[in-house]
């Protein structure tokens, strides 16, 4: 093994002290901290929120401290099809906390099932380690929230508000994902004593009858009917008595989600590009839609996300939120800070690099909701968040490109802007399967 030696301490000392811009940067970085020392403040001004491509913005909403952005980056794209059809109000939301619930239940529901498939494996199998290190958790991906909305459909705020652990979810995920591992052990005990099927199934509908009344005194009883009024874009009132979830999202939104499909970007020996990807013990609803992606290169990519744009779609997006971000002007750019320069160290790293070992993966879903085009291409994005409106323009991001194609990695696409070979490919080609731990896995 190789040791630091005291006459290797030495000289690196003598290296920064023979340095004279040391001096000036250590007192720019420790006063300032690192990105504030580094930010090129002239390239955040050239990143203006104007768009040859701008679609109708709604007041954003705000998931607070909870991890619910791919769900309301879903709910959102959905929500400006319907203002856009009735000329609803401003303020309208459809009800985050309404999905969240039925996919709190049913991620337990799925984790039990994966703890009962790999009841034979010790605790210390990667498998069993990986479920039992995160039972459930806030985030997801956009096959798991069409699971969530075929199965249950969706209501407005107004039929199912926001509760203190919807929008506050830390003290809830850790008394649940206790109860969770707690029932791991009950499961895998029945499974190992040699209980039947039966027996087994008996016990999770058990656990599952003290998972709904937990929800219910934790956020509340999901309606399963309600009544909805509103005024049209032309001031004529209208009332709903009675309406279903399910009913409410055939007839108000009446989205075929089947058509709406995930596509990737990973640029990784592992996964060659124009296949489909699944992944294992990934989802929520068991029976319900699986995760299925689509990876293609990156030219292709953003081609579809411009031309749903372009016929006035907003795209659902995931990405790495973490690196290159400016949160409060709601910039993201890769030219925005120079830790380079300012360190002396090449920090650069391909995208299949990141993702290969480990230093990115999909952390946050928003709305892709305009871009600018010059000549074509692409040279800027505007993104709708769900961080509220003191960030950024109103709560809208400005993405530089560049971003887009180190830190971007999902985007759902009607099936109709795919060509038809890769309609093709993706209807009839049978997926590979990945590792539960892949970052195509990630949960925004």
């Known amino acids: 093994m190789s040791e630091i030696t005291q006459e290797q301490l030495a000289a690196f000392k003598k290296d920064v002290d023979e340095k004279p811009e040391a001096a000036?940067?250590?007192?720019?970085?420790t006063t300032n901290g690192i990105l504030k020392a580094a930010r090129d403040n002239q390239r955040a001004g050239e990143l203006t929120p104007v768009f040859s491509v701008d679609l109708e913005s709604s007041p954003v909403a705000n998931q607070l401290q909870s991890g619910r952005c791919w769900m309301f980056a879903a709910l959102n794209t959905m929500r400006h099809d319907m203002k856009a059809m009735y000329g609803l109000p401003g303020y309208f939301e459809l009800s985050q906390s309404y999905t969240f619930f039925w996919d709190k239940f049913e991620k337990a529901n799925y984790f039990y099932n994966n703890i009962v498939a790999t009841a034979d494996k010790a605790t210390t199998d990667r498998e069993v380690s990986f479920l039992l290190a995160t039972p459930q958790q806030d985030g997801g991906q956009w096959d798991m929230i069409v699971a969530i909305i075929e199965k249950y459909g969706v209501v407005p705020q107004s039929?199912?508000?926001?509760?203190?652990?919807?929008?506050?979810?830390?003290?809830?995920?850790?008394?649940?994902?206790g109860k969770l591992r707690k029932d791991a052990i009950a499961l895998r005990n029945l499974v190992n004593d040699g209980a039947s099927q039966?027996?087994?199934?008996?016990?999770?509908?058990?656990?599952n009858k003290e998972n709904y009344y937990m929800l219910s005194l934790t956020f509340g009883e999901p309606p399963l009917s309600f009544d909805f009024s509103f005024r049209d874009k032309d001031g004529e009132f209208h009332r709903e008595q009675s309406m279903t979830p399910q009913n409410f999202f055939k007839k108000y939104i009446g989205w075929d989600l089947s058509e709406y499909i995930s596509i990737i970007n990973a640029p990784t020996e592992d996964k060659p590009y124009?296949?489909?990807?699944?992944?294992?013990?990934?989802?929520?609803?068991?029976?319900?839609?699986?995760?299925k992606h689509l990876n293609l290169d990156l030219d292709t990519f953003k081609d579809l996300a411009i031309k749903?744009?372009?016929a006035g779609e907003n795209v659902w997006f995931g990405v790495d939120m973490g690196p290159k971000l400016d949160r409060v002007a709601g910039l993201m750019d890769t030219?925005?800070?120079?830790?380079?320069?300012?360190?002396d160290i090449d920090f650069s790293l391909t995208k299949a690099e990141r993702l290969d070992y480990g230093d990115s993966l999909m952390t946050h879903a928003m709305v892709l909701t305009g871009v600018d085009l010059v000549?074509?291409?692409?040279?800027?994005?505007?993104?709708?968040?769900?961080?509220?409106?003191?960030?950024?323009?109103?709560?809208?991001?400005?993405?530089?490109?560049?971003?887009?194609?180190?830190?971007t990695y999902q985007v759902v696409i009607k099936k109709e802007y795919l060509p038809e070979e890769l309609r093709?490919?993706?209807?009839?080609a049978t997926p590979k399967e990945l590792a539960p731990w892949d970052p195509m896995g990630a949960l925004a």
């Open 308 to 310: 749903q744009l372009s």
């Open 24 to 29: 000036i940067l250590r007192g720019a970085v």
């Open 198 to 207: 039966a027996d087994i199934d008996a016990k999770i509908e058990a656990l």
């Open 335 to 343: 030219e925005l800070y120079d830790e380079d320069s300012l360190f």
């Open 424 to 428: 093709d490919i993706f209807e009839s």
């Open 375 to 407: 000549d074509g291409q692409p040279t800027k994005w505007k993104v709708e968040n769900s961080w509220g409106d003191k960030n950024g323009h109103k709560g809208y991001f400005t993405m530089s490109d560049e971003w887009f194609d180190q830190f």
């Open 274 to 291: 124009n296949q489909t990807y699944d992944v294992k013990m990934l989802g929520s609803v068991v029976g319900g839609r699986d995760v």
């Open 159 to 177: 039929a199912f508000p926001e509760s203190q652990a919807s929008s506050h979810s830390a003290e809830f995920n850790r008394l649940f994902n």
